[in-house]
C-alpha cells in the first residue's frame, strides 16, 4: 500500500481526498492482520500510515508484511515533483512486476533512478521482492494515480517450498 | 468564569440545537423603511421573501427580522411593527422549518405575538429596556440576546459617552442582563450577550471592543457580534455605507478568531467564507479538503 499522508487522522479534512485508496487499504490490511502479528515495512512516515491503518492490530515478528511504498511522484505535470518523462515506464515497469509477480526485477530496482522519480520507499518494494519468491499472482486492491503518484494495493499469498505443511493462507504479503 | 456560567457549548435557539464548535450567520432582513444599509429594500412583502429565500439558499441558519430602525426616523408604534413584522414571522416559519428566526425588538408585546407566529430568538437590541421581554422568552421557550448599549433609550445615538472601560461595561451590563433572563427562567443555553458594536459607544469603542473580544467570550456565555457596515468601520476607512465589506470583514476575522459564536450580517456567503478561514486557522474547523503535499 502507499505511503499517503493523507490517511492519517491529523491531515483528515472534512472530505476525504483518497476514499477509494483508503477503503482498499483497510480492506487489504485486514486481511493481512487475520493471518497474525504484522511486519510493518515502511520508512518512518510510512509506517506511521500503515499503523495508523492497521488500527491496533497486532505487530510483531510473523508471516504476514505490510509494505508502504508507491511508484513515482512525477507522473505529471501537476504530480507534487512535476513531470519526468521516466515515470511512466520506470512504474510501468514495477507494476508489471508486482502483478506477475517478478521477485528478481524487484530485486534489482534501478534504487537511484527511483530516488530521482520520487519513488516511495525504494527499498520496501527490493525488499518486496524477496518476499514475494514463490507468491502467486496477487489480488488487486487498487492501481492508480489520482494526484500524479502511482499507488497500488496488492494482496499477495506465499506458498512456503521449504515449509510445505503450512496453510498457505497463513502467509500473507 | 463565574459560578454558574456555562462552558462554551452547545446553543439551544428555540426549536434548533447547534453544537460547540458551530459559527452560526444570522441574516439580516429589514422590514424598514428606512434601515441604513438596505434603506428600505426589503420593506414590501416580496422582496423581503427573496432576501429570506436567498440568504437560506446562501446557508444562513438564522434570520433576523426588525420591523424599526435601530436609529431615529419614522415613528414605529407597536401595532404597526406587529404588523411588519408578525405575518412575516408566519410565512418564515411556514416556508422555511429549519432555519432559525430571530426577532430584533425590545418591546414585550412585540416578543409576545412574533413568538406565538414561530420566533425562535429574540433580539432585544436595547439592552433590556422592557423587562418583561425575558419573561416572554421564558414562557415560550425563545432564546434572548443580552446586549450593551452603555444604558441608552431605544433608538438613540451616542452623545459624547465615555466609559472607564468599555469593555468592562459591556461584560457587566451584558452578563447582569444574562443571569436577569436565566433567573427569568430562559434556558441557559439560550442565553447570548452582544457588546454590540456602534451602540452608546464611538468609534473608538468599537474598535476596543473588536480587540478584547476574548475578555467577553471568556465569561463563558456565548457571543454574537453584529459588525456588519455599521460606522465604526466607515469612519475608520473613510468608507461610505455600501463600501464596508472589506473592514466588515477584517473586524469579523478578529472577532472570529477570540470565538464570537453568531455573526449578524448583511453579506452571509462573505462573512461564512471569512469565519470558516478563521475558524479552521484557530483549529476549531477541519480544512474541507486537504491533499496539497499529502498525496
Redesign the interface.
Given at each position: 500500500m502507499p505511503g499517503?499522508?493523507?490517511l492519517l487522522p491529523e491531515?483528515?479534512?472534512?472530505?476525504?481526498?483518497?476514499p477509494e485508496v483508503r477503503a482498499a487499504a483497510l480492506a487489504a490490511v485486514t486481511w493481512l492482520a487475520e493471518a497474525g502479528p504484522v511486519t510493518v515495512l515502511g520508512d518512518e512516515q510510512g509506517t506511521r500510515v500503515g499503523r495508523h491503518l492497521l488500527a491496533g492490530a497486532a505487530e510483531g515478528a510473523g508471516s504476514a508484511y505490510l509494505v508502504v511504498a508507491n511508484g513515482s511522484?512525477r507522473r505529471n505535470d501537476t504530480?507534487?515533483g512535476y513531470l519526468d518523462e521516466r515515470a511512466l515506464p520506470f512504474d510501468a515497469a514495477v507494476g508489471a512486476a508486482l502483478r506477475e509477480p517478478d521477485p528478481a526485477a524487484l530485486e534489482s530496482l534501478d534504487v537511484d533512478l527511483a530516488a530521482a522519480l520520487l519513488v516511495g520507499n525504494p527499498a520496501g518494494l527490493v525488499r518486496l521482492g524477496t518476499l514475494l519468491r514463490g507468491a502467486g499472482p496477487p489480488m488487486m486492491d487498487y492501481a492508480g494515480d489520482p494526484?500524479?503518484?502511482q499507488y497500488w494495493v496488492m494482496r499477495w499469498t506465499v506458498v512456503d517450498s521449504e515449509e510445505p505443511h503450512e496453510d498457505p493462507d497463513r502467509t500473507r504479503r | 468564569m463565574a459560578d454558574g456560567v456555562p462552558a462554551p457549548g452547545t446553543l439551544r435557539l428555540g426549536r434548533h440545537t447547534f453544537g460547540p464548535d458551530q459559527a452560526l450567520m444570522m441574516a439580516i432582513v429589514n422590514r424598514t423603511r428606512d434601515s441604513f444599509y438596505d434603506q428600505g429594500a426589503t420593506y414590501d412583502d416580496g422582496p423581503a421573501q427573496d432576501r429570506v429565500d436567498r440568504v437560506v439558499e446562501e446557508g444562513a441558519e438564522v434570520v433576523d427580522i426588525g420591523g424599526v430602525r435601530a436609529g431615529y426616523g419614522e415613528q414605529v408604534d407597536a401595532a404597526e411593527e406587529i404588523r411588519r413584522v408578525v405575518p412575516f414571522v408566519a410565512w418564515v416559519r411556514e416556508r422555511h422549518p429549519g432555519v432559525v428566526i430571530s426577532v430584533d425588538t425590545w418591546r414585550s408585546e412585540v416578543a409576545r405575538e412574533v413568538c406565538a407566529a414561530g420566533a425562535d430568538l429574540l433580539n432585544d437590541a436595547w439592552g433590556g429596556h422592557d423587562p418583561r421581554l425575558v419573561e416572554v422568552a421564558a414562557e415560550f421557550g425563545a432564546a434572548i440576546i443580552c446586549t450593551h448599549t452603555g444604558g441608552l433609550p431605544p433608538r438613540t445615538d451616542p452623545y459624547r459617552i465615555e466609559y472607564d472601560d468599555v469593555v468592562a461595561a459591556a461584560i457587566a451590563e451584558t452578563t447582569a442582563l444574562a443571569e436577569r433572563a436565566l433567573a427569568a427562567g430562559v434556558a441557559r443555553e439560550s442565553i447570548v450577550i452582544d457588546p454590540a458594536h456602534d451602540f452608546g459607544k464611538n468609534t473608538f469603542h468599537s474598535l476596543e471592543v473588536t480587540r478584547r473580544l476574548g475578555e467577553m467570550v471568556a465569561t463563558g456565555w456565548p457571543v454574537l457580534v453584529s459588525l456588519s457596515n455599521k460606522d465604526f468601520v466607515g469612519e475608520t476607512l473613510g468608507a461610505p455605507t455600501q463600501q464596508r465589506l472589506t473592514g466588515t470583514l477584517a473586524a469579523t476575522s478578529v472577532c472570529a478568531l477570540a470565538g464570537a459564536r453568531i455573526y449578524r450580517v448583511h453579506q452571509v456567503p462573505e462573512t461564512r467564507a471569512t469565519v470558516d478561514m478563521v475558524w479552521s486557522i484557530a483549529g476549531r474547523r477541519?480544512?474541507?479538503?486537504?491533499?496539497r503535499?499529502?498525496?
Open positions: 499517503v499522508l493523507a491531515y483528515a479534512g472534512q472530505e476525504d481526498p483518497v511522484a504530480a507534487p494526484y500524479g503518484v | 477541519p480544512p474541507l479538503r486537504a491533499i503535499g499529502l498525496q
